[in-house]
């Protein structure tokens, strides 16, 4: 059940990234038309979300923000996903000098500052939009995955499985693709959200402070336009929408994770079991 909830929030949030354009332009509504006969309005028959304190419809920029918060999330989820596997795999199979030089690597990377070197990165690239961004997000964001792999693949190069592949002459690329990897996947899918989720934080903290392009809307700048005026005005349904969407993500994520535990953990099962017996008794 808690699965099933949290793909539906994530499936409800990618559906609206992928049709918020045509879904702005039926309503007949745009994140800047300004509609100078609503200013600072409450959520009511003409604008379902309000408007802002310059007139622009919030359900319009909470549509046009999905898309390119969802895109920052998926774009650095899947570049630190990759490199995490790259990494913590093949340092972890293959041991000796391959996962000393990978390790120093995945250690100088945790150790890095992670936010004052992104915000430099950031105002050094001239263009800030959604992809950038996530391409620097992604780029700093997965060593912590990768050491985590790393230990997943040093305690399975060691299986029975494992070692009769080797004693058959199984190849290593063999191996790593058709008993370690398989292994690693309810690792490898939580990393992947945690990564989404870290990525639309990420995006959230850098447009809060003022690091993204002027023409890109998404529910961080959404918040970040809405604490200069919003909070000391009331104007509650400016800021709400964002860091409710925000929140519903982390929750989201949180649900899938935790199904994914139970499948992958046996101990979870056999206590959600043995509830399940005790409460029909």
Known sequence: MKVRIGIGII???????????????????????????????PPGAGHLLGTTSQGTDVLAQMIAGTRNSMVVGSVAGVIGVILAVVVGVTAGFFGGKVDAVLSFVTNMFLVLPVLPLTLIVAGYVQDTGPVTIALIIGLF???????????????????????????????????????????????????????????????????????????????GTVIDQARQVALLNGMWWWFVPPGLCIALLGTATGLVNFGIDEVMNPRLRTADIKAMRKALA
Not at 178 to 206: K, Q
């Open 141 to 219: 964001g997965w060593a912590a995955g990768a050491r985590t792999l790393r230990a997943q693949t040093l305690s399975l190069r060691g299986r029975d499985f494992v070692m009769a592949m080797r004693m058959i002459g199984e190849s290593k690329p063999r191996m790593i693709f058709v008993e370690v990897l398989p292994h690693l996947a309810g690792w490898i899918s939580a990393m992947f959200l945690h990564l989404v989720l870290g990525a639309v934080l990420a995006e959230a903290g850098l447009a809060f402070l003022g690091v993204s392009s002027a023409d890109t809307i998404s529910w």
């Open 11 to 41: 499936a409800f949030f990618s559906v609206i990234a992928i049709i918020g354009p045509w879904l702005n332009d039926l309503m007949g509504i745009g994140p800047w038309k300004i509609d100078y006969n609503a200013i600072s309005e």
